[in-house]
């Protein structure tokens, strides 16, 4: 049954810190997706890849957030310097554009990094 | 404005009825549509995607309003297991190939 994979889980840090998040999509799947989830604003897309390359990433804070894909079997988003108010769960998404079933593509969705930032 | 609104609930609804969800979305020029389930603390899985003609799975039938930006999903024969939120999503991009725009959830309690 193949997943997303996530890490951390939780992840509890101090403002200023540096924070890095892992994601491994699913095997075969050519497109990663990163969106915050808050009780505010609910989901909302970061960032996102197809084939490794940045797509989107205009709902990202520039100054502080960093998206990358080194391969292509890990995506990491890195916040630096964090504060409060990134305190959020982070979901990773990852789906395969070349196929759709029944024309539309399902994201999978990884179990998330919850962040808390003090 | 939120591009997509939904009613946040709680929908407090007994074991076997019939429930109704709705939201609407502002972008026009949105091509694809769907429903996601979240479970507490869980991550959002797709519970189907929105046809014009309308589509049905089971017990969940949804419906998509073009003219009106109108989403909706009925849900009938409730069970306890159907207790979740469910997040009407949007996307700019044929088949959500692309980045997903989300509702802020509208949550549901099945009650025994």
């Known amino acids: 049954d193949a997943r997303v994979t996530q890490t951390p889980r939780h992840k509890v840090t101090e403002m200023g810190q540096e924070v890095t998040m892992r994601c491994q999509p699913i095997l075969g799947h050519n497109t990663v997706f990163w969106y915050r989830q808050t009780m505010m604003q609910g989901l909302e897309l970061l960032a996102y890849f197809r084939n490794r390359a940045p797509l989107d990433d205009s709902g990202m804070p520039k100054d502080r957030f960093s998206a990358e894909m080194p391969d292509a079997t890990l995506a990491t988003l890195k916040i630096q310097p964090s504060e409060p108010r990134d305190s959020a769960v982070y979901f990773c998404?990852?789906?395969?554009?070349?196929?759709?079933?029944?024309?539309?593509?399902?994201?999978?969705f990884g179990p998330g990094t919850r962040l808390t930032v003090t | 404005r939120k591009e997509v609104e939904q009613d946040p609930g709680p929908f407090n609804v007994p074991e076997g009825a019939t429930v109704a969800f709705n939201c609407t979305y502002s972008n026009s020029a949105s091509q694809s549509f769907f429903w996601y389930r979240q479970d507490c603390r869980k991550e959002p899985k797709l519970l189907m995607s929105v046809y014009s003609s309308g589509n049905e799975d089971g017990r969940f039938t949804a419906q998509l309003n073009r003219a009106s930006q109108y989403i909706s999903l009925l849900i009938r024969d409730s069970k306890l297991s159907d207790s979740a939120t469910y997040l009407c999503?949007?996307?700019?991009?044929?088949?959500?190939?692309?980045?997903?725009?989300f509702g802020k959830g509208t949550h549901l309690i099945i009650q025994p």
């Open positions: 999503v949007v996307s700019n991009s044929g088949g959500g190939a692309d980045g997903l725009t």
């Open positions: 998404a990852s789906a395969n554009s070349f196929r759709g079933t029944g024309g539309y593509y399902e994201q999978y």
